[in-house]
């Protein structure tokens, strides 16, 4: 076993539904309240001393780009919302991150003298995940035991420190993206 999250809920319904995970109800400046419902792929859990992390899983048959820049305007807000639906529905929770994974039928293309090493690569890099992790030493580690970036969008260099291609953001920047996106849903509710 690679990681020391595992799954706790697959095709978790974020609904008012009985059963389902409690939606995040945000409210415009103007009192509009925009209740978002729908499914989580996977949702995952990883507890130790410090305390609770909650990651979502977004399975892709295509390929997904993860970018800062597409939440600062508005775009892939999906998951954030329902991370921070089921983090606040979970008590004493933290978001540990959000990630995409591809989900189609990985190929390497290889000729008759490459070896397995290079097979392996090609197809490891084929399903490393997409999106975003806590900026948690544990919690990096309880995704990929030695963050090389295989399976995750982290990796550690040989100092201890993060490469610069690493897609981390502290607690308070987890804070600060529910703000913003509430800030940002308003804004939209509003403008409709």
Known sequence: MQGKFYPFAFEASISNDDGGIAPRVIKSENGAEVCFTGTVDRADIFENDEGKYIRGVDYKTGFKHFSFKEV??????????????????????????????????????????????????????????????????????????????????VSMNKDGTYSKSSKLMTSDEFSAMKTYIDDIVGKMADNL
């Open 72 to 153: 600062y305007y508005g775009k892939d807000l999906q998951m954030f919302i329902y991370l921070y639906s089921i983090a606040e529905s979970m008590k004493d929770t933290s978001p540990a991150g959000v990630l995409y994974m591809p989900s189609h039928t990985a190929e390497a293309k290889l000729s008759r003298n490459d070896n397995k090493e290079k097979a392996e690569k090609l197809i490891e890099k084929n399903y490393k995940m997409k999106g975003v992790v806590l900026d948690n030493e544990n919690v990096v580690k309880a995704m990929e035991e030695e963050p090389k970036g295989r399976y995750i969008p």
